[in-house]
Nanobody, 128 residues
Framework: QAQLVESGGASVQPGGSLRLSCVAS????????IGWFRQAPGKEREGFSC????????NYSDSVKSRFTISKGNGKNTVYLKMDNLKPEDTAIYYC?????????????????????WGQGTQVIVSS
């Protein structure tokens, strides 16, 4: 059974860092665009970072560019999200998702928030 499982969410102070992990099972991430999404209370879900083996560079939204880094684990069916200089407005539930490379790309996936597989989410709270 295909699934994604996120981990690494926590409560941190502004300016702090976290690394989220997204582990896939039942399918291989090499054939998928993988994205990180988040949903804050009262707001719509937004895609902010997507990565694909078929593209040179990941896609980042302006709100996280230069602070967040998405990467894939070598030889592991895992995608990471390193988050630095966290701000209170980064507080949200963070989800990873995967959509086949043949139907999407990083920009489209991050914009549409559409994917075949979704994780259950991990909570990130940034507060002093």
């Amino acid at each position: 059974q295909a699934q994604l499982v996120e981990s690494g969410g926590a409560s941190v102070q502004p300016g702090g860092s976290l690394r989220l992990s997204c582990v896939a099972s039942g399918f291989t991430l090499d054939l998928y665009v993988i994205g990180w999404f988040r949903q804050a209370p009262g707001k719509e879900r937004e895609g902010f970072s997507c990565i694909s083996d078929s593209e040179v560079s990941p896609n980042y939204s302006d709100s996280v560019k230069s602070r967040f880094t998405i990467s894939k684990g070598n030889g592991k069916n895992t995608v990471y999200l390193k988050m630095d200089n966290l701000k209170p407005e980064d507080t949200a539930i963070y989800y990873c998702a995967a959509d086949p490379i043949v139907v999407t790309n990083t920009k489209s996936m991050c914009t549409s928030s559409s994917a075949v597989y979704w994780g259950q989410g991990t909570q990130v709270i940034v507060s002093s």
